[in-house]
């Protein structure tokens, strides 16, 4: 097992693309706390159905957009799990609109829990982190942060911010043995990507090299490379798993 007696957290672990990296690490040996926002029986469902004698699975209620919460989040997880080796910062959620009809209330709630998010976490895993001194945080963008995206400029601003703090925290934190990558997935066939209808599915394959949608285990597998040790080498780096859409 790649993961064996390490901890983690991984922000948004109920559905989709953080389901599947709790599943993905829980499966290689790693104990768990994952976050979520509105589904308390979808989180017990998942401990029970993780939790084994190699590794504790914990869902724990938390708004990624508030420092606080990511602060308790932390807390609870030094105390059920003694350490935190490697943090996932998953969490996010799309409120799209053309510019014009976008309001300041969305472009704000889109950019707290996609950006300032990793803000929290980051900032309240450090000392732990540092005092341990060692580490793997990965931040999960989007290719819509390097390439744009008409309707979406507040998620395409909250996940180019993503790929900037990091490359910033990277070389903050290089020293302290901690390293910071990005992960940008195309287009995931999760509940963020149903609202699309057949037609919108089909233009965009149409773009994709590999002539499918990825699926959430596409990109859990590219999370755990980067929380293994067999990417002590790599920081800073942005991961685009998308089929070969953008290159
Ligand atoms: P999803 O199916 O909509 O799931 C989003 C997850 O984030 C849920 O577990 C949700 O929790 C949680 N969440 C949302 N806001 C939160 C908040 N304020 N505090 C705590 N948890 C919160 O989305 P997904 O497609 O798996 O996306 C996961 C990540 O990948 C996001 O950062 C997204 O931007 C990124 N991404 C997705 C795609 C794609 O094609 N799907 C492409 C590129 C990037 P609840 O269920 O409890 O609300």
């Known amino acids: 097992m790649r993961l064996q007696n ?4 991984v922000t948004g672990g ?3 693309i953080g ?23 979808t989180a017990r ?17 938390a708004d990624a957009s508030s420092f606080n919460s990511a602060q308790e989040t ?41 950006l300032k998010s990793v803000f929290n976490y980051t900032k309240a895993i450090l000392k732990p982190m540092i005092a341990q001194r060692s580490g793997k945080i990965i931040n999960i963008s989007s290719v819509v ?6 309707g979406q400029a507040n998620y395409v601003a909250s996940k180019a911010g993503v790929i900037g703090m990091t490359k910033s925290n990277a ?13 940008a997935p195309g287009f995931i066939e ?13 233009a965009i394959v149409a773009n994709i090299p590999i002539k499918r949608l990825g699926k959430p285990e596409d990109v859990a597998k590219a999370v755990l490379f980067l929380s293994s040790n067999d990417s002590d080498y790599i920081t800073g780096q942005v991961l685009t798993v998308d089929g070969g859409m953008v290159m």
């Open 14 to 16: 109920t559905r989709g």
């Open 190 to 202: 999760t509940d963020m990507t149903n609202k699309l209808n057949d037609q919108q599915k089909e």
């Open 19 to 41: 389901k599947a990296i709790v599943y993905e690490l829980a499966k290689e040996g790693c104990s768990v706390v994952f976050t979520y926002f509105s589904s308390d029986e």
């Open 145 to 150: 942060g390097i390439i744009g995206n008409p």
């Open 6 to 9: 390490k901890r983690a957290i």
């Open 171 to 183: 070389k903050e934190l290089a020293s302290r043995n901690i390293n910071v990558n990005a992960v």
């Open 74 to 114: 932390v807390n609870y997880t030094l105390e059920k799990l003694g350490g935190v080796d490697i943090l996932v910062n998953n969490a996010g959620l799309t409120k799209d609109n053309l510019l014009l009809r976008m309001s300041e209330a969305d472009f704000d709630q889109v950019v707290n829990a996609n």
């Open 45 to 61: 469902k998942i401990e029970q159905e993780l939790n084994s004698d190699s590794v504790k699975i914990f869902g724990f209620k």
